[in-house]
């Protein structure tokens, strides 16, 4: 015994663990009794036993095992800690107990296992017994199937987890052990007991003998229902309950709660899912489309065959769902159709909401196929519908069914009613909002007002289910002007219809409005919901206290008021008394007296009307008091309201009675019974006064007390009516801002958005401000209760009008909507949240529904799904990019989006990456185009797109990312967290899909004030999350835990730990506890009554965005503050900025000291000491592609001596907010430590090149701020970047052009201009072709682009290292895969050969056949738009249109920036400085062609040639036949404007140019219309018709000569008959653009500049009708952006002569008065032009023959004043003597014409004998020369027979008889016989008359034609002539030539043989040697 002895003095605990099994026995025995004895469930005690109870039950000797049991029982019975051990004891207990031979033993191990479950362990004990069914061991298998049984019959079907027992049932039925297979049939009754007929499915596969038995003994089974009898320790209260019951013997009701569970089971959810897609026929689809209908019926069967299946695995069913319901549609077998739709009902009923993507698809095609007759059809499709119906919620497929019931079928209208029904009685009213009501309701409506008797029927039915779902209450309001029988027979329908839920739901919505109702006022005196309203139905009319329905009444604009009044479900309680008051008849003046005589005093009624308005104002008084003293029941409102009204009623003249009379009114309203009927009798007057400054107070108070009695919705709706339909400005905005006050203090619910906004617009075009301001203000508070969608409605207003409503907006954003303080005493609180909730959303989706929406369906064609489908990638890329751009185009769309999302779904799996990007940017814009109607697509695209979550490029996340918010803010969270499909990604083990996921739920989950109960499916996957090896995902879930918690709370968080490992477990337990005490408050519902936009009460897409900020987290907000201190400059002082420092980053105080020093350090040499360092090796050279650590540390170290050790921490922060918080400061100190920057610059630049590798975008873009001003810095101080800077800073910044915002990449590119000033762009331009190479074709495209501007802006010397391999390299970027690159490589040759021509062909070299006809193409459509580049440069690129020069110094913004910008805004008024840019493409012009245009001459003559002669003889009506030809009615119109207008637009529009032309010059005949033409106008169409004149191809045109010649006349026209003022000032404008343009032609700036010196013809006449102020203004511009240097410096001497001559003709015609006419010049004294005037004035008298600066043209009357002094010799040998001077040559040559042509017989030979042969050659060329050019620029062929006095035109005329009206200045009549001459003339040239081709006219006749001003000097002249003949001899050598060049438009030229233009060649070219010479 002494081993005994020593084992007895052990504790209890070692005892236990002994090796004799007695000792251990004696332990557990006396275990037992202390397990017993322990009171405190939580005694220490009972931890020591913890690892032992395992042992307890696991006992090798039976007998200790037995007592074992038993103390194991009592631990866990007693023992808090007892769950821990649940796992390994009842593994224990189904080992090594239940296979015991002893009764006992298994008894006590059944038992252990249930007080388990009752301890709350049931999931660890199932999942052990389930262990336990695959032992081999059949007693094992027996024993736990029996605990099983026990557990489900003593804890019922909610503790004890069916589904996995169910999966095993059949294998027990399949042993062979008939034991197990007893006790699985006993398993299986009691299951059956619980779940009744859900238990059939499952086991239809098991033996049919065993089947049987089962049938039998379930018939067995009692009918009640099963109660539970045991319960957990968390249901003492259900236990007590049950106890309590078992005690008094009955279950009278008690069984409500569990009654509810009993049905929770659902067959579908036991079943095991099948995989049927793998086992289609695999022909099915080619068998399908087959022709042979049976084939196709093979294929058909065979999936009916396997959808058959109850429950099918989720797969992608998309392609077969498309072949089923193109059967259904499409197919004509009617058999194949009905077999098509079982197929989908059986996928439908299988795959249930997994089969909800493709509900939207098929629901139409199936609504549409019942136009079928037959009955097996129908019934086919009606299971299908019904089938789908269940797979996805009404919301989601209402536009479908919507659409369709407009249908003019009446078998389709009678089926959808019919299916409306059906659905309807599947939903609650919870799930049958109103804003589905209504749609529904309105298009039911229709129906039962059909001519179809069975369309009729089915829409009774139909309302009758929603009247019986919703309530009365919801649906009233839309069946308002149905008439009685209708209404009768709806509810007669209501009550025969039974609801899928029961009548539970439908009775307890009627209750609770009962509730509502009778406890709402005093005024409903205690009558009761529903019925008071069927009692009051049928007895309608004027009844004053039973509430009526309403059957008729004044018709309401936009929606009924009635309807817009009620909110959905506990929306307003007031609808009793409201819509009874509604039609209280009106009364007549005799009634109304009669009743207020019996309550007012007979001395008040008296006194109304005195004309003493003392007796009246006392009648008031005693009016006042007789109201307050009267009781509301007694009270005739109506009466004294219109005894009110009745003379002098609103006109009232004394306002004190007035204020009195507004007074009373607002007494009424609140203390009677006030009616609309009586509102309607006092409104208009209230309206009349609330505008007066007196009474207007009252007025208002008046209106909202009748607001508060009629409410908001009509009262506002009438009130803004009246004022807008008056025209007094002031009661406009006093309406306006009332209804501002009213709304917030009513609330918005029920107002009538649409009339709102209509309202608003009106207002906002209103002339008088105060309108606009108060509409302005109601927008702003309509956006606090409507949101962002409100914005929608006026994009189209004016910008800005559209800035003031965003400032406004902005003001509003962060504030929320205010709760209501009036109108609620009246409205009852019933329908709690949710009511208040749905009546929020239905405000927004009223306002998204009111936007117009274009369909797209039709543009989403098969052959663009084929296309996005394609295999290769660019075809792809194209479908994606038209799908885009649909959706651009239409802005808004309707749901409609056909096969789209099936080919968008396959593209989100994408190989190629930028598609993946590109789509997810299109479903973005799709969700906000398409607006909450997106729903339907969240399961099918929205999933998808949160598996692209777990990609590994950080951009593809980012934009799935903004995809998702895009549509969650669209759909509202419910549809994303419903299903499985979110548990199921956060599932994957994927780092970046949880961490984003888990983020994003972060962030939305605490904006929602409900959650669907499948997010406890994702939380034991967020608890795997926490353990996860990833360290973000970790963060993440930790912080979604507080919001998991916010929604689930924190029990069942807890129980679901539950199957954690126990470390795990204890693990989150802890951060459940510490997550618990951090969980947010749910969002508050709105106030009662409240419809602001308060918490998370309406989808996130209505708060303010401040509001969602707040929500997502407290980062964000906190960062936010100082970078915008920073960034406002000097707005906030530094200590400010510090300050909000100091409470972020928490310093301590020395830190705060330092931060008040510099933030950079200047080393003396320090950056000089840095670069040789990189270049002697000693440190890394920064070069890299992405950034190592070691550069990282390395930039740290070389900052930490020059660098603020405070500033350097933010620079270096792991946090991105510490960096914008750096860029902040940076800014901040940017001025003010100017030195410290540069001598820092390479360091600071290489610390920006890191932050171009960050994700941020918020980082990126305050960087690239920061670098603008810093480039702005570096420039104004003239500094040079090194280039170690450069190498470092450059190649990075060129990376980000390639960045995929659009913003990004306009910012990178105005930094690489901006550096251009501080670093020579020809070195720029290598690192820009460096760029080039990326593979990111967004870079390559704007690396290009940047390319072309370059050498645009600096010419071909900045190619490097040389123009032929720059533009090579350029080139091979036309082959291209992407498009954008092609166009860029393209666009930026065609800018280089715009500037240098052909020789850019050589340069390039050789091109593939492809890529050389793109560029050709490409080079003829651009066709060089004239202007288009002075333009840009001036807007754009100022400072390089200065100078080629790289030097920084001398890239200073030039005058020529200033001034031009100023230019266009002076004077294009209204017009578009970029005009040049939109001339039509046939009038584009090739000026090469033009320039190298040698006017060889076409022997085609034109029409004028055909005409007869005698035509000639009516000079001036030439033109009017052609005239009257394109207008006929035109005089008719000279009556009307517009109608001129509009004819002249639809002529000019015209194919025919010369129609065109006619129009225009109708146009310009009518001098009213033409001096309209403002000055950017007049600019544009001189423009586009001098393009049109020089255009080559017009030319080439059948009558292209008759087009310049109306061109030409137009151009006069234009010049004569427009506001002198206007044209001047175009011309200028014109001129100053086409000297800047380096692609203009001169021809282009000539013919400018010869109108304007047709203009100065015409200034004595018009100089009186000219705003010289203007005018002088424009010449200042014009002197500031060419000042007289640069002038010089131009090609032609024409454009400063031009000037001077303008200047002095103004100078003679105005003489000293000229200088009072500069008042518009704001710097006068600094103006050019003033000092040039005052010279010109001081030399007036001097110099009044021959003026300095005049141009070289002699009049002929000058020759007549000096022949008429001197003898003809003497005038010739001046001459003579003056052409032998080499000053004067050019004058002599010219004087010596002009004689010659006068004095035409005079004889000059003896002149000329004595001088040289050269000399006399000399002056014969002169002559000719002068002649060539007065004829060239002339135009006109005149005879001799034009006397002298008769000059020519700038623009000349053609041979018409206009020209004597344009070219006879002295307006002398012309003789028909000078018409007849020139034709005689012309046909002698062109060979038509006798007279030889070769033959000349004799020089008499050449020197006799009109002179034209000279004005280019002969040796430019000779310089273009000697250009021009030399290319024109190697281009045309085959042509014959005429030596006179044709100059503007090409009108009779003379021909002559090639040979005498070598000749002529050769004589210029020695001439030029010689005046070369001579000038030297």
């Known amino acids: 015994m002494g081993d005994d002895s020593e084992w007895m003095k052990l504790p209890i605990d070692q005892k236990c663990e002994h090796k004799l099994w007695k000792a251990r026995l004696n332990g557990y025995e006396e275990a037992l009794k202390l397990f017993q004895k322990i009171d405190d469930e939580k005694s220490p005690e009972w931890s020591k036993y913890l690892g032992l109870i395992k042992k307890f039950v696991t006992d090798s000797n039976a007998v200790a095992q037995l007592k074992g049991l038993e103390a194991a029982l009592a631990y866990v019975e007693n023992a808090h800690v007892a769950g821990k051990t649940t796992g390994e004891v009842a593994s224990g207990v189904v080992n090594k107990v239940f296979n015991q031979p002893k009764a006992r033993a298994k008894e006590l191990g059944l038992d252990i296992c249930l007080m388990y479950i009752e301890i709350e362990k049931g999931e660890a004990v199932q999942e052990e017994l389930l262990k336990g069914l695959d032992n081999k061991n059949p007693k094992i298998i027996v024993a736990c199937t029996e605990t099983l049984r026990k557990a489900l019959s003593e804890f019922g079907s909610k503790i004890i987890s069916l589904k996995p027992i169910i999966k095993v049932l059949p294998k027990l039925f399949e042993s062979r052990e008939k034991a197990v297979r007893d006790e699985a049939k006993l398993l299986a009754v009691e299951i059956y007991r619980w779940i009744r007929d859900a238990l059939r499915p499952p086991l239809q596969n098991i033996n049919s003998v065993q089947l049987k038995e089962l049938e039998e003994e379930w018939v067995k089974v009692s009918s009640t229902a099963p109660k539970q009898t045991r319960f957990l320790r968390s249901q003492q209260e259900l236990k007590a309950k049950f106890e309590q019951q078992q005690a008094v013997g009955g279950d009278a009701d008690g069984g409500d709660d569990e009654e509810e569970a009993v049905p929770q089971v659902d067959a579908y959810e036991l079943l095991e899912a099948v995989e049927i897609l793998s086992k289609l026929p695999k022909d099915f689809y080619e068998k399908i489309e087959a022709k042979k209908w049976q084939e196709r019926k093979e294929a058909l069967e065979a999936v009916e065959l396997l959808v058959k299946n109850p429950k099918l695995e989720s797969g992608d069913y998309a392609d077969l769902v498309k072949v089923l319901k193109k059967v259904v549609g499409k197919d004509t077998n009617v058999m194949l159709v009905a077999l098509a739709a079982k197929c989908l009902a059986g996928l439908a009923a299988g795959l249930r909401k997994k089969f909800g993507q493709y509900a939207g698809h098929v629901v139409p095609t199936i609504l549409e196929k019942f136009k079928e007759k037959k009955p097996q059809v129908v019934q086919a499709l009606q299971e299908a519908i019904d089938a789908i119906f269940l797979t996805t919620t009404l919301q989601n497929i209402s536009e479908d069914v919507l ?20 659905s309807f009685r599947h939903c609650t009213p919870s799930t049958l909002p109103k804003s589905l009501l209504k749609p529904f309701c309105a298009a039911l409506l229709k129906h039962i007002n059909d001519s179809a008797p069975e369309v009729r029927d089915a829409g009774f039915e139909a309302l009758g289910t929603a009247l019986k779902v919703a309530g009365e209450k919801a649906v009233n309001p839309f069946l308002a002007d149905v008439d009685k029988l209708k209404l009768d027979r709806i509810k007669e329908c209501a ?13 307890g919505a009627e209750k609770k409005e009962g509730k509502a109702v009778t406890g709402k006022t005093p005024a409903l005196s205690g009558t009761g919901g529903d019925k008071e309203t069927k009692d009051a139905a049928t007895k309608p009319g004027p009844l004053k206290k039973a509430p009526a329905v309403k059957t008729g009444g004044p018709p309401k604009k936009g929606k009924p008021a009635a309807a817009a009044g009620m909110g959905g479900a506990g929306a307003k309680g007031k609808k009793g008394p409201e819509t009874k008051e509604v039609f209280e008849s009106e009364l007549s003046i005799e009634v109304c007296e009669e009743e207020a005589a019996a309550v007012l005093p007979a001395s008040c009624i008296q006194q109304l009307d005195s004309s003493n308005c003392k007796e009246r104002l006392a009648s008031m008084e005693e009016f006042k008091k007789a109201v307050e003293l009267m009781e509301r029941s007694e009270m005739p409102c109506q009466a004294l309201v219109r005894i009110l009204a009745k003379k002098p009623g609103w006109k009232e003249t004394n306002f004190q009675v007035m204020q009195m009379k507004l007074h009373i009114v607002a007494l009424i309203a609140q203390k009677g019974n006030f009616s609309k009927t009586s509102a309607q009798v006092v409104l208009n007057g209230l309206v009349d006064k609330v505008g007066d400054v007196k009474c207007g107070s009252n007025a208002k108070e008046a209106m909202t007390a009748i607001a508060e009695a009629c409410q908001l919705p009509w009262t506002a709706e009438q009130v803004v009516a009246m004022a807008f339909s008056q025209k007094n400005p002031k009661n406009q905005s006093e309406t306006l801002n009332w209804l501002s006050n009213a709304i917030k203090e009513f609330g918005f619910s029920g107002l009538n958005v649409k009339a709102f906004i209509r309202n608003v617009k009106t207002a906002l075009a209103a002339t008088n401000p105060a309108v606009r301001t108060s509409a302005i ?26 800035s003031q409503i965003d400032a406004e907006i902005e003001k509003m954003q962060g504030q929320t909507a205010p709760a209501p303080t009036r109108g609620i005493s009246r409205h009852s609180g019933a329908g709690g949240d949710d009511g208040e909730e749905e009546e929020q959303e239905d405000v927004g989706n009223d306002v998204v529904d009111l936007l117009p929406r274009t369909d797209i369906g039709d543009k989403i064609t098969a052959e663009l799904v084929s296309k996005i489908g394609d295999k290769n990638w660019k075809i792809r890329k194209e479908g994606l990019d038209e799908v885009t751009s649909i959706i651009n185009d239409a802005k808004f769309i309707q749901p409609n989006i056909g096969e789209l999302p099936a080919a968008l779904k396959s593209r989100l799996n994408d190989s190629n990456k930028i598609l993946v990007q590109q789509t997810l940017s299109i479903l973005q814009q799709l969700a906000t185009a398409m607006g909450p109607s997106i729903k339907q697509h969240v399961k099918n695209l929205g999933q998808l797109v949160i598996q692209i979550l777990g990609t590994g490029e950080n951009n593809v996340r980012a934009a799935a990312l903004a995809t998702v918010n895009a549509w ?22 994927n780092p970046f899909l949880r961490q984003e996921l888990l983020g994003w739920l972060a962030e939305k989950l605490p904006t929602l004030r409900s959650v669907p109960s499948d997010l406890l499916l994702c939380v034991p996957h967020l608890y795997s999350c926490l353990e996860d090896r990833n360290g973000d995902v970790r963060k993440k879930a930790q912080d979604a835990l507080p919001f998991f918690m916010m929604h689930l709370g924190f029990e069942k968080m807890a129980k679901a730990t539950g199957k954690l490992k126990p470390t795990s477990k204890d693990q989150v337990l802890a951060m459940l506890e510490k997550a618990k005490a951090n969980m947010p408050a749910k969002p508050a519902p709105p106030a009662k009554g409240s419809s602001g936009v308060v918490g998370g009460a309406a989808p996130a897409k209505f708060q303010p965005a401040s509001a969602l900020a707040e929500d997502s987290g407290s980062n964000t907000m906190e960062s936010k503050p100082d970078p915008k201190k920073a960034k406002a400059g000097g707005a906030s002082s530094k200590a400010k900025g510090v300050q909000g420092k100091k409470v972020l980053s928490k310093p301590n105080l020395k830190e705060d000291d330092d931060k008040s020093g510099p933030i950079f350090i200047i080393v003396p040499n320090g950056k000089e000491q840095r670069m040789k360092d990189e270049k002697g090796l000693k440190v890394l050279k920064w070069n890299f592609t992405t950034p190592r650590d070691e550069y990282i540390e390395q930039l740290k170290t070389q900052m930490s001596s020059c660098v603020a050790k405070w500033l350097q921490d933010e620079m270096f922060h792991a946090d991105f907010q510490h960096h914008n918080k750096a860029l902040a400061v940076m800014i901040e100190h940017l001025e003010s430590e100017k030195d410290g920057v540069i001598s820092c610059l390479d360091l600071i630049l290489k610390w920006l090149t890191l932050r171009f590798f960050d994700t941020n975008t918020s980082v990126l873009m305050k960087a690239l701020e920061y670098l603008k001003l810093l480039f702005n810095l570096l420039s ?24 995929p915002k659009d913003v990004i990449r306009k910012d990178v590119r105005a930094i690489l201009n901006r550096m251009c000033l501080i670093y020579p762009a020809s070195k720029m331009f290598t690192f820009i072709m460096e760029g080039t190479k990326s593979k990111n074709s967004k870079q390559r495209a704007e690396c290009l682009e940047e390319l072309g501007c370059l050498v645009e802006s600096y010419g071909m010397n900045v190619c490097q290292p040389t123009p032929g391999k720059a533009l090579k390299e350029m080139a091979t970027h036309i082959g291209d895969r992407d498009n954008t690159v092609r166009n860029a490589a393209l666009n930026t040759i065609v800018t280089v050969y715009n500037v240098h021509g052909d020789q850019v062909f050589k340069l390039i070299g050789n091109l593939s056949e492809k890529d050389m006809s793109m560029l050709e193409e490409r080079i003829k459509w651009s066709a060089k738009r004239p202007s288009a580049a002075p333009v840009r440069q001036a807007e754009e690129k100022p400072q390089r249109t200065q100078n080629i020069s790289t030097n920084a110094s001398m890239l200073r913004k030039g005058p020529a920036e200033d001034m031009s910008s100023k230019l266009n805004q002076n004077r294009n008024m209204g017009s578009h400085s970029e005009t040049a840019h939109t001339v039509p493409r046939e009038f584009q012009l090739d000026l090469d062609e033009i320039e190298n245009d040698n006017g060889t001459v076409r022997c085609e003559m034109p029409a004028l040639v055909q005409h007869k002669l005698d035509d000639i003889f009516e000079p001036v009506l030439i033109p009017e036949p052609k005239m009257r030809a394109a207008s006929p009615h035109f005089d008719d119109m000279h009556s009307n404007t517009a109608s001129i207008i509009n004819f002249v637009v639809s002529q000019v529009a015209s194919g025919d140019i010369n129609t065109s032309i006619q129009a225009l010059t109708q146009l310009f005949q009518i001098e009213s219309l033409a001096r309209e033409a403002s000055t950017g106008v007049l600019k544009d169409l001189i423009h586009g018709l001098i393009t049109l004149m020089l255009d080559p191809r017009v030319e080439d045109l059948e009558d292209g000569e008759q087009v310049i010649r109306s061109v030409n006349i137009l151009i006069l026209k234009v010049l004569e008959k427009s506001d002198q003022t206007n044209i001047l000032s175009a011309l200028l404008v014109s001129l100053q653009d086409s000297l800047l343009a380096t692609t203009n032609s001169l021809k282009f700036s000539e013919l400018v500049m010869k109108c304007l010196w047709r203009m100065m013809r015409l200034l004595p006449e018009t100089i009186n009708s000219i705003n010289l102020d203007r005018l002088l203004l424009d010449i200042h511009i014009f002197m500031k952006v060419f000042p007289k240097e640069k002038l010089k410096q131009c090609e032609s001497e024409f454009p400063i002569k031009t000037l001077k001559t303008l200047l002095h003709t103004l100078c003679k015609l105005k003489g000293p008065k000229i200088l009072d006419h500069l008042t518009m010049i704001e710097n006068k004294n600094e103006s050019e032009l003033e000092a040039y005037l005052c010279r010109v004035m001081k030399h007036s008298m001097d110099q009044t023959g021959s003026k300095a600066d005049k141009d070289t043209e002699k009049g002929a009357s000058c020759i007549e004043e000096k022949a008429s002094k001197a003898k003809v010799n003497d005038i010739l040998a001046d001459i003579f003597k003056k052409i032998g001077s080499k000053e004067k040559t050019k004058e002599g040559l010219a004087e010596l014409y002009e004689y010659k042509k006068k004095y035409s017989d005079a004889d000059i030979e003896p002149f000329l004998k004595n001088s040289s042969q050269l000399f006399q050659s000399y002056v014969a060329r002169g002559l000719r020369l002068i002649e060539t050019e007065r004829e060239g620029k002339g135009r006109i062929a005149t005879s001799t027979g034009i006397s002298p006095q008769m000059e020519g035109t700038c623009v000349s005329a053609p041979t018409h008889t206009v020209s004597s009206s344009i070219g006879n200045t002295d307006e002398e009549e012309v003789e028909p016989s000078v018409y007849l001459e020139r034709l005689k003339i012309l046909r002698q040239r062109c060979g038509l008359d006798k007279a030889k081709k070769e033959d000349r006219p004799p020089l008499t006749s050449l020197l006799s034609k009109p002179t034209v001003p000279t004005v280019a000097s002969s040796t430019d002249m000779l310089h273009s002539k000697l250009s021009q003949l030399r290319e024109s001899r190697e281009q045309y050598q085959h042509l014959d030539l005429d030596s006179n060049q044709t100059h503007s438009s090409g009108i009779g030229t003379t021909l002559a043989s090639p040979s005498s233009a070598a000749a002529n060649i050769d004589d210029l070219k020695k001439r030029l040697e010689r005046i070369k010479s001579s000038r030297k």
């Open 403 to 422: 659409a369709v019931m407009d249908n003019k079928n009446p078998t389709i209208k009678q089926q959808t009613s019919l299916f409306i029904a059906r």
């Open 495 to 507: 009550e025969k219809v039974e609801l899928v839920y029961g009548k539970k739901t439908g009775g």
């Open 777 to 802: 203000t109601l927008l702003g508070v309509m956006y606090l209760y409507v949101g962002p969608p409100l914005r929608m409605f006026f994009e189209d207003e004016k910008p800005a009008l559209l």
């Open 968 to 989: 969650a803010e669209q759909t509202g969270m419910k549809e994303w967290l419903e299903g499985e499909d979110l548990s199921e990604e956060l599932k994957k083990e």
């Open 1276 to 1299: 104004q101080e003239e500094y040079h970047l090194t280039e170690n800077e450069a190498s470092s800073f450059i190649p990075y910044l060129i990376l980000k052009v390639g960045e």
